[in-house]
């Protein structure tokens, strides 16, 4: 148990990280940002919601709970544990984070961008006091 524990608990340590710079992103204007900074978020997103289903995988079996270790297995039991309240959020990062390695679409890597801003960041800032509130 103090292996696992410690793993959901370092894991966390990096999304937490992740998030705050990640948060970056809520200073600047989707008009006023150069491709290169919007690219530079875009990375942001996809580590931070690499570090966040699997902080959610490795919680969950923490707590006893097997899952299919895929982000989407993972999305479904943690929205239906409550440790996340909104799992569509999740399921659109999953979409977002897909078609951004697959291809590069100079409209859906914009249409990411700020739904990062407006969306997606708050889904992992929620996360993240989900996940400290059990570090107590």
């Known amino acids: 148990m103090v292996n696992e ?3 959901w608990i370092q894991r966390f340590q990096n999304f937490s990280k992740a998030c705050i710079l990640l948060a970056e992103i809520k200073n600047y204007k989707f008009e006023d940002t150069t491709p290169i900074i919007r690219e530079g978020f875009i990375q942001r997103f996809e580590i931070t919601f690499e570090l966040a289903w699997k902080t959610m995988k490795d919680y ?4 006893g709970i097997k899952v299919q270790p895929t982000p989407r297995a993972v999305i479904k039991e943690a929205f239906s544990t409550s440790m996340i309240s909104d799992g569509q959020i999740f399921i659109d990062m999953l979409v977002a984070r897909n ?7 100079e409209e859906v890597f914009n249409k990411v961008f700020i739904q ?3 969306v997606f960041y708050e889904a ?3 996360l993240c ?3 400290k509130s059990k570090l107590v």
């Open 60 to 63: 969950l079996e923490f707590e």
């Open 116 to 118: 990062i801003q407006q």
């Open 5 to 7: 524990d410690i793993r």
């Open 124 to 126: 992992f800032e929620e």
């Open 129 to 131: 006091i989900f996940l």
């Open 99 to 105: 078609e951004m390695a697959h291809r590069y679409d």
